[in-house]
């Protein structure tokens, strides 16, 4: 066999559908980041799409040209043509929560500080590489112990809290924004519900999320012009070549004291992905391609760093679904050219002027649907019997949601908001549980879910422990945190009031543990 005859073999035609899928996925990551950041919090776009779009998509190009090489290694090693490569893309629960419960309100208190736009921009960008070089480091770390990760925090803890962020983060919120332009976005959501939920074909074969973005183009500029959308509509801008080159920089090194209050978030990003990577590594094993698990964890773990070092502001993860891609008869070919498509759009700024040309209404319906798949996954993934521990999960979430919307000044008040959560020394408002229940709401996810499986499986001794370490947690503002923005702290350097709350809610959890202990001791109940 020849090499030419090789090379082919390894570019079938299913490649074009993979590229159309994978490059539409970043995309759309993208343009949310984008969007949430300069239209919802008033970042500055040139800092955006000249400074963090192109370190990211650095990430992405390494990534999948690395992933792209090892399916080459694969086959050559087997002999067979029909090995499909890891795909490798922004992570979506992740991204979106980084530019919505870090990055965003990271800028907005900046500027509330005193801040010019300029220079909270900068300090928000440093903090967001410092993230990353955080994530980075501890997904490197963690790859050689991904087996223990696994083991060690049971299925129902990792997929409920992930799951509660696609709920209500991932799905509610851009629910919000379809429904502001309701005739674009609902018509958008529904083509993307008929393709990719009821499973059926649209005409000519077209992929549900690229007929999802035809429909809701066509009639956002279709009707748009006419005044019908009224201010959902925006003209688009001039086409602009925003260049940047994503080059090393020390700029991290200035954020790395502003990741402190965020670490109950950056750090579960991280291990998620560590745990996410195993399982897409054992799902591609299962349709054929056998990768090491630790090379996978390896080249993404290193994808993240470098973007990170490189002005990145959103981590990168292999993507569940390589053998969807695979029996659509994708090869190598889609990861190499999604990798260059995304890399050199960040280099040469088209990414930008496409993300400026797909309104938010047309491309939250995609989220909507991850949204929906990363949720059904939680349950189809895990036992039935743990289904109540997921559900329980969610909670903490819900709470962060609600947090995020309470907190925007444009919806409530500043001076309004500081009475509502009042004074801590005059007892725990409602709004002030809100907001303690959703500060460090992964980890608080992770936590309930957690000892509720324990106690499923009758390991009740297993479940107080569990708790007490969620006392641990909560006295250090890791979980559960008295401050509205979540900082951690040392609780005896809090002011009285506030060290009264956190002692109620540690006093919470030890009573639980105390209650689940006594019950560990007496003979086994069912």
């Known amino acids: ?85 890891m795909p490798l893309g922004i992570d979506a629960p992740t991204t979106i929560g980084m530019a919505l419960l870090v990055l965003g309100p990271a800028f907005a208190g900046y500027r509330q500080a005193g801040m010019d736009p300029i220079t909270a921009g900068e300090a928000t960008w440093h903090l967001g590489m410092a993230s990353l070089v955080v994530m980075g480091v501890l997904k490197f770390v963690l790859s050689f112990f991904g087996a223990w990760v696994q083991r060690s925090v049971p299925r129902a803890g990792l997929l409920g809290s992930i799951a509660g962020i696609a709920l209500v983060l991932m799905g509610f919120l851009p629910l919000v924004e379809i429904l502001r332009v309701p005739v674009v ?51 688009p801008g001039t086409w602009q070549w925003r260049l940047g080159f994503p080059l090393p920089t020390l700029g991290f090194i200035d954020g790395l004291p502003a990741t402190v209050p965020y670490l109950p978030l950056i750090l579960p990003f991280g291990l998620l992905m560590v745990v996410g ?35 990145g502001v959103a981590q990168t993860t292999p993507y569940i679904g390589q053998p969807a891609y695979k029996a659509m008869g994708a090869r190598t070919g889609y990861t190499l050219v999604t990798g260059l498509v995304i ?91 809100i907001f303690i229940l959703g500060n460090g709401f992964i980890i608080t996810s992770m936590v309930w879910a957690s000892f509720v499986v324990a106690m499923i499986d009758g390991d009740v001794r297993k ?34 009031g506030a060290r009264g709350v956190v002692l109620q809610f540690v006093a919470a959890y030890g009573a639980l543990a105390a209650v689940l202990f006594l019950l560990s001791v007496g003979p086994r109940r069912r």
């Open 343 to 433: 890399g050199l759009g960040g280099v040469l700024g088209y990414l930008a002027n496409l993300v400026e040309l797909l309104p938010v209404a047309v491309l939250a319906p995609i989220l909507v649907f991850i949204s929906i798949s990363i949720t059904t996954q939680a349950f189809e993934a895990t036992p039935l019997r743990y289904a109540s521990a997921v559900v329980f999960s969610f909670f903490p979430a819900i709470a962060r949601m609600l947090a995020i919307k309470l907190g925007d000044p444009s919806i409530v008040d500043p001076a309004h908001f500081a009475v509502l959560y009042g004074d801590a020394s005059h007892g725990i408002s409602a709004m002030a549980v």
């Open 463 to 496: 479940a107080s422990g569990i708790v007490a370490i969620g006392a641990v947690l909560t006295a250090f503002g890791i979980i559960h945190s008295v401050e509205p923005i979540g900082p951690v702290y040392l609780p005896w350097l809090l002011d009285a």
């Open 277 to 311: 990577g195993i399982n897409v590594t054992e799902s591609a094993r299962a349709a054929g391609d056998d990768y090491p698990t630790r090379d996978i964890l390896l080249v993404e773990a290193l994808a993240t760093l470098i973007a990170g070092l490189c002005g």
């Open 1 to 85: 066999m020849t090499t030419t005859t090789a090379s082919r073999r390894r570019f079938g035609g299913g490649d074009l559908n993979g590229v159309l899928g994978l490059v539409v996925d970043n995309l759309s990551l993208l343009a949310f980041m984008a969007t949430a950041l300069i239209g919802i919090f008033g970042m500055p776009a040139d800092l955006v799409f000249r400074r963090m779009f192109p370190g990211t998509a650095l990430g992405v190009l390494l990534g999948n040209l690395a992933y792209t090489w090892m399916a080459h290694r694969l086959a050559a090693r087997t002999g067979r043509q029909d090995v499909t490569a």
């Open 185 to 235: 976005g609902f018509a958008g959501l529904g083509v993307v519900l008929y393709a990719l939920v009821a499973k059926r074909r649209l005409p000519f074969g077209l992929p549900g999320v690229l007929g999802a973005f035809i429909v809701g183009v066509v009639l956002y500029y279709g009707l748009g012009p006419s005044g019908f959308l009224g201010s959902g509509y925006h003209p």
